[in-house]
Antibody
Framework: EVQLVESGGGLVQPGRSLKLSCAASGFTFSNYYMAWVRQAPKKGLEWVATISTSGSRTYYPDSVKGRFTISRDNAKSSLYLQMNSLKSEDTATYYC?????????????WGQGVMVTVSS | DIQMTQSPASLSASLEEIVTITCQASQDIGNYLSWYQQKPGKSPQLLIHSATSLADGVPSRFSGSRSGTQYSLKINRLQVEDTGIYYCLQHYSAPYTFGAGTKLELK
């Protein structure tokens, strides 16, 4: 059974940093692209970052480019999101998601999410 | 960036009714379109991928279709457990973009 378990969320002040983790199990982690998707309270879904299988390629939307860094440790089957210079608008539930290996890269499995609150 | 215009924003339907939700892409995205269902307090779940393919374990009353740059999610014979918020996603090119969501309730 595919499982994705996020951790590391919490309350952080604006301008500070936070690192999220996602522990994967039930599949060969190193064979899959992975991603982070977030959802602000009562709002829709926003893609945040994607990383290739080896970690050599990463992709971000303009809203987080230069502030967030996605990374992975295939030996530990773990995905990470380093978030720097946090803003109030980064307040959201952050989901770890696996990208399919078939046509396109849709999100076929999601974690339960972890809440990040940016507030003074 | 590719914009996904999803409609309606909310929908109230009766049990056993047929429900249709649409997403209009701002440019050609081929079949790089997927649909997700999200229940309150839960993570999104994949329903449809590649515009028309049913994800594993998803009931056959769900189906997806495409006409040009318009994509539709159809639910035949609406059930109680189908309430929630539905999102489309284009994964043709970065930045990947979601529709704004459709909140489906039972009448």
């Amino acid at each position: 059974e595919v499982q994705l378990v996020e951790s590391g969320g919490g309350l952080v002040q604006p301008g500070r940093s936070l690192k999220l983790s996602c522990a994967a199990s039930g599949f060969t982690f190193s064979n899959y692209y992975m991603a982070w998707v977030r959802q602000a309270p009562k709002k829709g879904l926003e893609w945040v970052a994607t990383i290739s299988t080896s970690g050599s390629r990463t992709y971000y939307p303009d809203s987080v480019k230069g502030r967030f860094t996605i990374s992975r440790d295939n030996a530990k089957s773990s995905l990470y999101l380093q978030m720097n210079s946090l803003k109030s608008e980064d307040t959201a539930t952050y989901y770890c998601a696996r990208l399919s290996r078939t046509m396109g890269h849709y999100f076929d499995y999601w974690g339960q999410g972890v809440m990040v609150t940016v507030s003074s | 960036d590719i914009q996904m215009t999803q409609s309606p924003a909310s929908l109230s339907a009766s049990l056993e009714e047929i429900v249709t939700i649409t997403c209009q892409a701002s440019q050609d995205i081929g079949n790089y379109l997927s649909w997700y269902q999200q229940k309150p307090g839960k993570s999104p779940q994949l329903l449809i991928h590649s515009a028309t393919s049913l994800a594993d374990g998803v009931p056959s009353r769900f189906s997806g279709s495409r006409s040009g740059t318009q994509y539709s999610l159809k639910i035949n014979r609406l059930q109680v457990e189908d309430t929630g918020i539905y999102y489309c996603l284009q994964h043709y090119s970065a930045p990947y973009t979601f529709g704004a969501g459709t909140k489906l309730e039972l009448k």
